[in-house]
């Protein structure tokens, strides 16, 4: 069974930083698209970052430059780095695992989920 678990959100003030964590099982990530996305409320869930089994990167424009995605395949884990974060980066953060090997953004695509993690940009 594929389970995947968010950590490292919380409160933090406009220009703090967090990492998000996604710890995996059931599931070896190496050769998978894993992707973040974040559910802000009343709106859309969108793509904020994904990384390809080699190691490529993509980003949401709205992050780019302050938001760094990586992976460490012994842990099995994939991390989110945010720094200078704004108050719209408010929202829910959840990744996902793809396993069709697609570079792609869109939630629709992905075939597994974590429950989300709770990121909260306020003074």
């Known amino acids: 069974q594929v389970q995947l678990v968010e950590s490292g959100g919380g409160l933090v003030q406009p220009g703090g930083s967090l990492r998000l964590s996604c710890a995996a099982s059931?599931?070896?990530?190496?050769?998978?698209?894993i992707g973040w996305f974040r559910q802000a409320p009343g709106k859309e869930r969108e793509g904020v970052s994904c990384?390809?089994?080699?190691?490529?990167?993509y980003y949401a424009d709205s992050v780019k430059g302050r938001f760094t995605i990586s992976r460490d395949n012994v842990k099995n884990t994939v991390y989110l780095q945010m720094n200078s974060l704004k108050p719209e980066d408010t929202a829910v953060y959840y990744c996902?695992?793809?396993?069709?090997?697609?570079?792609?953004?869109?939630?629709?695509?992905?075939?597994?989920w974590g429950q989300g993690t709770q990121v909260t940009v306020s003074s």
């Open positions: 996902a695992v793809q396993l069709g090997f697609i570079a792609t953004m869109r939630a629709s695509q992905y075939d597994y």
């Open positions: 059931g599931i070896t990530l190496d050769y998978y698209f």
């Open positions: 990384i390809s089994g080699s190691g490529n990167t």
